[in-house]
């Protein structure tokens, strides 16, 4: 009975959290294009690589004609993050065989908050994948949505397309620079912006963005204040 | 870069990220438990958000720029401190920048 009301739980969690980040797959679909990708490009990422963080940071490195090798190393070092929830997430789903690529591919911030929220095991699976199968669904279809909507649009300036870039990134770090703690990621966004910055007139495009992360890896190494891990 | 370039870099890219996501699923969980690998992994990700908000606020190619979209960046950080969902903020900080260069700004 409580298994089962917890499962139901966990059901509803997904919906609303597969709703609210499927909506704004609309936002990286016209961002895509507006950066100079076309529709099945946009879509191809949103189908394929599947992490915002990641699929953001592609489209703004390609958008400022940053070189390959700093467009895919941007994404894949944003990418890190999901290989840190593979080992919380899989000993609650316990996938084997095929369905082990598959749970891999929908370990994103989002199955992961779910399934780790909801102690029973049966609910924590539940939550696992109607969230990682919702958000999959519904970020796809509103990829091609926005995609569509932004390709019509024509020039993306005129429509704050740029600015809308700047302000979705702005919301990926905001819940991790605010609130209790988060002193050493603030002093880190600060020194990665000025990093960013001084070094743009200097190196080509997506190389400035990368060597901010060296603040963050310096900062890691050498501080010693036990930080939350967002 | 050109279309092809594009469609390599992005399916490398997806292949990568999704070589770190199974991997997470494969590697013995104590490899990750060292609290110093999360939590230099977590300031990796503000790291590059952050410069990624600079870049595209302030920059143009090589270029330091100051336009519609630092009024707009601000417009959507004010929305963000009063927890405006993800869409709204972004909404927004394209409106604002959409007026203001209505209005002649660059």
């Keep these: 009975m409580t298994h089962d009301a917890e499962g139901r739980a966990a059901i509803r969690q997904a919906v609303s959290v597969s709703l609210a980040t499927g909506l704004y797959g609309v936002s990286f679909g016209a961002l895509a294009v507006a950066a100079g990708l076309t529709v099945p490009q946009a879509m191809a990422l949103s189908l394929l690589m599947f992490s915002g963080g990641s699929q953001f940071a592609f489209i703004g490195v390609v958008g400022a004609g940053g070189l390959a090798g700093a467009a895919i190393a941007t994404a894949g070092l944003l990418g890190v993050r999901n290989g840190l929830y593979g080992p919380q997430v899989a000993p609650l789903i316990d996938s084997r065989g095929w369905r082990r690529p598959l749970a891999a591919q929908l370990t994103i911030d989002e199955s992961t908050a779910v399934a780790t929220a909801h102690k029973p095991p049966h609910a924590a699976q539940l939550g696992f994948w109607w969230t990682g199968v919702g958000v999959f669904v519904l970020w796809n279809v509103f990829t091609l949505v926005g995609a569509v909507a932004g390709d019509r649009m024509g020039d993306p300036a005129r429509y704050g397309l740029d600015a809308a870039a700047a302000a979705a990134f702005l919301g990926l770090v905001w819940p991790r620079i605010t609130g209790p703690g988060s002193r050493l990621a603030q002093t880190v966004a600060a020194g990665a912006v000025v990093v960013a910055l001084a070094l743009t007139p200097l190196v080509p495009a997506g190389i400035p963005v990368l060597l901010a992360a060296v603040v963050a890896i310096a900062a890691g190494l050498v501080a010693r204040e036990p930080e939350p891990v967002a | ?106």
Aim: proline fraction near 6%.
């Design chain 2, 1 to 106: 870069m050109s279309p092809v370039g594009t469609w390599i870099a992005l399916v490398v890219a997806s292949a990568v990220v999704f070589a770190l996501k199974l991997a997470g699923h494969l590697v013995p969980k104590h490899w990750l438990a060292e609290p110093r690998v999360a939590r230099t992994a977590a300031l990796v990700t503000v790291a590059l958000l952050s410069a990624l908000v600079a870049v595209q606020t302030a920059t143009r190619g090589n270029e330091l720029v100051l336009d519609a979209r630092l009024p707009a960046l601000v417009v959507a950080a004010i929305a963000l401190a009063l927890r405006a969902p993800f869409i709204v903020v972004v909404l927004l900080a394209a409106v604002t920048a959409a007026v203001l260069r209505a209005l002649g700004m660059p």
